[in-house]
């Protein structure tokens, strides 16, 4: 079992930042892909961003490439999103997830454990 807390939202303008974390407790962070997803008014939840164990390697929606940075730090047992650049169109609940699989994945089925989540809120 491992349990997620994420923190970090608020209501920002167009065009600032903001930095999401993801407080891992209980099975071993380090050992587990992450992933961050989020869920708009209305749409299904979508994937965001996804890490390995080590955090040598990442994967990106093609919509926040560029501008979204995920990473974690296994010594505090978190993991980040730095977001950039804010849209209106990122306006969501973001959510964090572990996954006890050993492959990176950007099916939210492919994860075992979830936070509550986080609301981010872009004003135009």
């Known amino acids: 079992q491992v349990q997620l807390v994420e923190s970090g939202g608020g209501l920002v303008q167009a065009g600032a930042s903001l930095r999401l974390s993801c407080a891992a407790s209980?099975?071993?962070?380090?050992?587990?892909?992450m992933g961050w997803f989020r869920q708009a008014p209305g749409k299904e939840r979508e994937f965001v961003a996804t890490?390995?164990?080590?955090?040598?390697?990442?994967v990106y929606a093609d919509s926040v490439k560029g501008r979204f940075t995920i990473s974690r730090d296994n010594a505090k047992n978190t993991m980040y999103l730095q977001m950039n650049s804010l849209k209106p169109e990122d306006t969501a609940v973001y959510y964090c997830?572990?996954?006890?699989?050993?492959?990176?994945?950007?099916?939210?089925?492919?994860?075992?454990?979830w936070g509550q989540g986080t609301q981010v809120t872009v004003s135009s």
């Open positions: 209980g099975r071993t962070f380090s050992g587990s892909v």
């Open positions: 890490i390995t164990q080590s955090g040598g390697y990442t």
């Open positions: 997830a572990a996954s006890a699989g050993r492959a990176l994945t950007r099916d939210a089925y492919g994860y075992d454990y």
